[in-house]
């Protein structure tokens, strides 16, 4: 069956390193999102992709960057994790239009 | 403001009970429109479209109201498995169907 599939699932890091959160999918979906939730926040875009090679910046995307250089990947790196950016990251992928996305189960990143 | 307003709730209802939920969208731009459901913080799941015409899927019922820019959700009927948070979505499928959430509002159905 397709799916989507982050990792890790969870990670303890510590303030100023770089982390990377990975994301796969299997439907070869065109578009891809990460999405970070904080209690009082609901889920915040922080950067999509319509296709390879194409990136946009959601509303909280600063401190944060993604790469698309196939279909089925969407990383997100944090370029030097900050106490403010701990939180559950979830990757989402949809075909696009009216289609519903479908979502990673998340990560829990927390940064110490 | 945020684009997409919900009331978080909680809202503590009986078994039975019915029970709505309304969303806000400041985005005159959206396009498309989802009720999704979340349950313990796992992963967000599709509950419904939401059409102009509304629709209906078994107990929920879903509205639509472009001109004041408002979504509803009914549940009828309420069951101890509706207890979960129901996220108001609004999608623009001319931006590769960007999705923006609401931040959710919690449903505890008591026996």
């Known amino acids: 069956d397709a799916e989507i599939t982050q990792s890790p699932r969870h990670k303890i890091t510590e303030t100023g390193r770089q982390v990377t959160l990975a994301c796969h999918q299997t439907?070869?979906?065109?578009?891809m999102f990460w999405y970070r939730q904080d209690l009082g926040h609901g889920l915040r875009l922080i950067h999509y992709s319509y296709g390879v090679q194409d990136t946009n910046k959601g509303e909280v995307s600063d401190g944060y960057s993604v790469s698309r250089s196939n279909t089925e990947d969407l990383p997100l790196t944090l370029e030097s994790a900050a106490s403010s950016q701990t939180s559950v990251y979830f990757c989402?992928?949809?075909?696009?239009?009216?289609?519903?996305?479908?979502f990673g189960q998340g990560t829990r990143l927390t940064v110490v | 403001r945020k684009e997409v307003e919900q009331d978080p709730g909680p809202f503590n209802v009986p078994e039975g009970a019915t029970v709505a939920f309304n969303c806000t969208y400041s985005?005159?731009?959206?396009?498309?429109f989802f009720w999704y459901r979340q349950d313990c913080r796992k992963e967000p799941k599709l509950l419904m479209s939401?059409?102009?015409s509304g629709n209906e899927d078994g107990r929920f019922t879903a509205q639509l109201n472009r001109a004041s820019q408002y979504i509803s959700l009914l549940i009828r009927d309420s069951k101890l498995s509706d207890s979960a948070t129901y996220l108001c979505?609004?999608?623009?499928?001319?931006?590769?169907?960007?999705?923006?959430f609401g931040q959710g509002t919690e449903l505890s159905v008591k026996p």
């Open positions: 939401v059409y102009s």
């Open positions: 989402a992928s949809s075909t696009g239009g009216r289609t519903e996305a479908f």
């Open positions: 979505v609004v999608g623009f499928y001319n931006q590769g169907g960007k999705l923006i």
């Open positions: 985005n005159s731009a959206s396009q498309s």
């Open positions: 439907w070869n979906h065109n578009n």
